[in-house]
T-cell receptor, first 112, second 116 residues
Framework: DADVTQTPRNRITKTGKRIMLECSQT?????MYWYRQDPGLGLRLIYY???????NKGEISDGYSVSRQAQAKFSLSLESAIPNQTALYFC???????????FGPGTRLTVT | AQSVTQLGSHVSVSEGALVLLRCNYS??????LFWYVQYPNQGLQLLLK??????LVKGINGFEAEFKKSETSFHLTKPSAHMSDAAEYFC??????????????FGTGTQLKVEL
């Protein structure tokens, strides 16, 4: 079984809809991250969490929110989706004190 | 703030030829450096990492990278390309002072194409 899972893997939604992307991990890591990937732009950090009580904004947090429901679960929400949020979204985890990050398979989101 | 530059968004090589993917970082203090690979429809997988030990780092699938402080570079190489190496490769840099939650800053990626 995969260590970092993301659901759904693909999603098409309409402008203005609320959508949640979910991430779960079995690696026992404290730290979790949400990135978006756009062609030619690499990966950009949306939010990151040190633990359940510690959530921090990344470089592109506007229009997004997150929830760390448990050590193993970190969800990303788009309160009112817009077309320029169409992207590939990745969840990642790392152990406290380590820079090595482990990635989920990604969620491809299309906002029409 | 840390930054990383990958020269060449697309690189094409023949099967059996040398692979060279370039990565330069900007930092006044040597950071930790990483190369990740992304195969189609998959997440990122760690290829190798530099964490201030040996400057020549060997990774999976025959890849290696050399940390050169004087050139602020961490180029990825493989002596002989294989068709299965076709993927997108990302260089990433950490904050060496440890602040910011172990964040990584990623380059914009290099798409490697391997031709027969």
């Amino acid at each position: 079984d995969a260590d970092v899972t993301q659901t759904p893997r693909n999603r098409i939604t309409k402008t203005g809809k609320r959508i949640m992307l979910e991430c779960s991990q079995t690696k026992g890591h404290d730290r979790m991250y949400w990135y978006r990937q756009d062609p030619g732009l690499g990966l950009r950090l949306i939010y990151y969490s040190f633990d359940v009580k510690d959530i921090n904004k990344g470089e592109i947090s506007d229009g997004y929110s997150v929830s760390r429901q448990a050590q193993a679960k970190f969800s990303l929400s788009l309160e009112s989706a817009i077309p320029n949020q169409t992207a590939l979204y990745f969840c990642a985890t790392s152990a406290s004190g380590s820079y090595e990050q482990y990635f989920g398979p990604g969620t491809r989101l299309t906002v029409t | 703030a840390q930054s990383v530059t990958q020269l060449g968004s697309h690189v094409s090589v023949s099967e059996g030829a040398l692979v060279l993917l370039r990565c330069n970082y900007s930092s006044s203090v040597p950071p930790y450096l990483f190369w990740y690979v992304q195969y189609p429809n998959q997440g990122l997988q760690l290829l190798l990492k530099y964490t201030s030990a040996a400057t020549l780092v060997k990774g999976i699938n025959g890849f290696e990278a050399e940390f050169k402080k004087s050139e602020t570079s961490f180029h990825l190489t493989k002596p002989s390309a294989h068709m299965s190496d076709a993927a997108e490769y990302f260089c990433a840099v950490s904050d060496p002072l440890g602040g910011g939650g172990n964040k990584l800053t990623f380059g914009t990626g290099t798409q490697l194409k391997v031709e027969l």
